[in-house]
């Protein structure tokens, strides 16, 4: 890659879609448009959650914004970059450093303790596993875990599962992190922690968040708050109630 990613300052949006559709080939031949022009824009510091009912393609502009899907068409720029315009060992590289991710799904590796899953988006890097070992560990403290760096997933809860993969999400500190349904397995209070987590490491990083949920005190958090329906966004009415939305 002849340039480096840009983390710093920037006059252009951490992300956005430019009259972003999506269509997938349905069972029958058809077409079945998920998005329909998105448009969107969101600048480092500032966080957003996405709202809508289930099968609104939620997840998919997601992905989109992210690099891990492509759009139909229009466009999608991390920190004024055009996605389009980047071959896959670029936009792999773009995706590693740019943008951290959080699922519902942890997707921890489970061979692995939690201090090396964090440190492994810096290993990817080209870290040196020094560097990438003392990050992790500071991200780990940061989230609450350092007494739990030597455990693998599966000695773990699963809200401290969510809580080492918002470590990971951060090991390259990402001016993106991109949020799906981060703690729709988990309790109230394991949620509420998590959420906690994610806004402490957001602005202590500066790091512009977008977080797909149903959980309306998730959503509240955020500066703004858009629905998805019918494949258009939009910015949602004040008295929208994201909990009466059935994943």
């Known amino acids: 890659m002849s340039d480096t990613v840009n983390r710093g300052p920037s006059i252009a949006p951490a992300v956005s879609a430019v009259g972003v559709h999506r269509s997938f080939a349905g069972a029958d031949g058809g077409e079945i448009r998920v998005l329909k022009g998105v448009d969107f824009q969101l600048w480092r510091g500032e966080t957003v959650s996405i709202v809508g009912p289930s099968g609104s393609g939620k997840s998919t502009l997601l992905h989109i914004l992210g690099g891990l899907d492509l759009p139909t068409s229009g466009n999608v720029a991390l920190g004024g970059r055009d996605l389009a315009n980047l071959d896959d060992v670029d936009l792999a590289r773009i995706r590693n450093l740019y943008v951290g991710f ?101 602005r202590d990083h500066d790091t512009a968040m977008v977080v797909v949920t149903h959980n309306s005190a998730l959503a509240a958090r955020t500066d703004g708050i858009w629905r998805l329906s019918s494949g258009v966004l939009e910015p949602a009415p004040e008295e929208s109630e994201t909990s009466s939305d059935k994943r």
């Open 102 to 202: 959080v699922f519902q799904f942890h997707h921890l590796l489970r061979d692995f303790t939690a201090l090396e899953n964090v440190m492994m988006p810096q290993v990817i890097a080209g870290v040196s596993r020094d560097s990438a070992r003392k990050r992790a560990l500071d991200l780990l403290d940061q989230v609450g875990l350092a007494d739990r760096s030597s455990h693998p997933p599966g000695k773990l809860s699963g809200g401290e599962q969510q809580r080492v993969a918002a470590a990971r999400a951060l090991a390259n500190e990402p001016p993106v992190l991109l949020a799906d349904e981060p703690s729709g397995n988990l309790d109230l209070d394991t949620s509420e922690m998590l959420h906690e987590v994610l806004f402490d490491l957001v």
